[in-house]
């Protein structure tokens, strides 16, 4: 046999009885007795639960579990009105100060804000706001709401310059004052410190020197940005002093207000102190060569300019200061867009002098105390008409600061303060940086880089403002295109803070009265034959 194959013979070795298993720990058999009693328990629940519905119905067959559940009724109030609901109450996470613009996009709370309350609360540093946001996404809007709620706080609201007009109707369903001011229409002097201005000798001798300084300083930056409009270039330095000669003369030697005639007139005579400003020496062709240029910005500001007398006469219609207030100039037209800045910034220095003259009347006793909310709409266009006019309105919103008014700037984007000089775009870009409050709605996704740059804002805002930006999707069956997706909706930005998303909500009333497409719906009515928004069918 081979070796594989040999058996040895003999005794076979025994084999080993089995250990006895270890009995179980007294703990092991408590654990395994409580998951007995565990998994009873859970089969005994199941049967139970068999026999009533979850929380989206009866969820087994024959069965109809619900798909969407409806949240339960929510009701906002005061601690003293809910104070019995308790313990079914929630206290707010945003604060309640402020004008109630709508509800916060991701918690449903409301949201309100606005500059003046926020300033005097001591939650921003300066009562300023910027708005920025593309055409049709409710920027007006925001600024309505602020505007229709401020009145009952006291705050009234001054729309310096309504060019749709947005506001107009608004302002009189408050009891406010319209001014209507255009070719034909209506004047606004440049020179009219406004209605405030024949109060100010009963000051104290020192208040009385400062405000005075105030309304020559808004006055002067206002004539000299109507001459530098018609020349469509700036004046030489020897130019604004001259011109600011000739208003010191005038208010010295003029009765009442003086008009565009008046100052043109005083630069013709060669008056004693002009001529030393001009240095002509005694020279009158020395004279005549160095105003030539000032006086014919002059005679262009004058009724046979090109702006006819809208300028060149006095003030039609003053201003009154105890409720809201609308400068109506939508009657010139979108092409004549000197004319509109020109407009701007008059009714903007106008509006401008008579509030700050009011603080100083109210500081002394002399007035009642307001408090005003000064709107600053289609600040691009001012912007868009010459590129010096940048300087004249941050000298104009510079001095809004220094008295504590209250000021809202509006306009579309970034690409408006982007002006033909990097000097001219960093003062634009300036008006957003120096605003406590900035408003954010939809913007296309180019303008990203510049925003970053100014307002400090992470990737998820990011996103929801270029989402914002979308048009409105077409209906399939008559192809009119609906309303963009980001309309009413807008990221509130304090400093460095996370943003506040909102989508603004208005009122029935509010919504009829701030209905800025309705022309165009009356005409889209009269084609199809039903009755227009004034109730008479064409």
Not at 133 to 150: E, F, H, T, Y
Not at 347 to 358: H, Q
């Amino acid at each position: 046999m081979s070796a594989l194959g040999t058996v040895r013979r003999g005794k076979q070795p025994a084999q080993q009885a089995p250990k006895k298993s270890a009995k179980p720990p007294k703990s092991t058999k408590k654990r395994q007795r409580g998951l007995r009693v565990a998994i009873r328990k859970a089969l005994a629940g199941r049967a139970e639960a068999h026999d009533r519905p979850g929380f989206r119905g009866w969820n087994r067959p024959g069965g109809g579990p619900a798909m969407h559940v409806e949240a339960a009724p929510e009701y906002r109030g005061t601690s003293v009105q809910v104070c019995g609901l308790w313990p079914f109450s929630a206290g707010m996470s945003s604060q309640v100060i402020g004008a109630p613009l709508g509800r916060h996009l991701f918690t449903g709370a409301t949201v309100c804000a606005d500059p003046v309350s926020w300033f005097l609360a001591k939650l921003i540093s300066s009562p300023s706001l910027f708005v920025l946001a593309l055409n049709g996404r409710g920027k007006s809007s925001l600024i309505r709401r602020m505007a229709a709620v401020m009145p009952a706080w006291g705050y009234i609201p001054m729309i310096l310059s309504d060019l749709k007009p947005d506001y107009s109707e608004l302002v009189t369903a408050l009891g406010g004052q319209v001014i209507t001011v255009g070719r034909g229409r209506g004047n606004v002097n440049p020179l009219d410190s406004g209605p405030m201005a024949d109060m100010l000798h009963r000051l104290p001798e020192r208040e009385r020197r400062e405000a005075i300084a105030d309304m020559e300083g808004r006055r002067l930056n206002v004539m000299i940005g109507l001459c530098e409009l018609v020349r469509k270039g700036p004046l030489e330095d020897f130019e604004t002093t001259l011109l600011a000669r000739a208003l010191r003369v005038l208010d010295r030697e003029h009765e009442g207000v003086p008009v565009m005639r008046d100052v043109l007139d005083i630069v013709l005579q060669r008056h004693p102190d002009l001529a030393a400003v001009a240095q002509d020496r005694g020279d009158v062709g020395r004279y005549a060569d160095r105003t030539e240029r000032l006086i014919d910005a002059l005679i262009a500001l004058g009724e046979d300019g090109p702006y006819g007398d809208t300028f060149a006469r006095p003030t039609s219609t003053p201003m009154m200061m105890d409720r809201p207030v609308s400068f109506d100039i939508s009657s010139v037209q979108n092409e004549d867009k000197e004319l509109q800045a020109g407009l701007q910034l008059v009714c903007w220095s106008y509006g401008s002098s008579a509030i700050s003259a009011a603080k100083f009347l109210a500081e002394a006793g002399l007035a009642p105390r307001r408090v005003y909310f000064m709107v600053f709409d289609e600040l691009w266009r001012a912007l868009n008409a010459s590129p010096l006019m940048v300087d004249r309105i941050d000298e104009l919103t510079r001095l809004n600061r220094q008295r504590v008014l209250a000021q809202a700037l509006i306009t579309h984007t970034f690409a408006d303060l982007t002006l033909a000089t990097e000097e001219a775009t960093k003062k634009a870009r300036g008006f957003v940086e120096r605003s406590s409050m900035v408003c954010l709605g939809g913007l296309p996704e180019d303008e990203m880089t510049t925003l970053r740059k100014v307002v400090p804002v992470t990737r998820a805002e990011e996103r929801l403002i270029t989402d914002w930006s979308m048009p409105g999707d077409r209906d399939p069956v008559t192809g009119e295109a609906g309303a963009p997706p980001g309309r009413g909706k807008f990221l509130l930005k304090i400093g460095r803070e996370p943003g506040t998303p909102l989508e603004v909500e208005l009122t029935g009333l509010e919504a009829e009265v701030n209905d800025t497409n309705r022309h165009w719906k009356d005409v889209i009515a009269s084609r199809r034959g039903e009755p227009t928004w004034s109730g008479e069918a064409s």
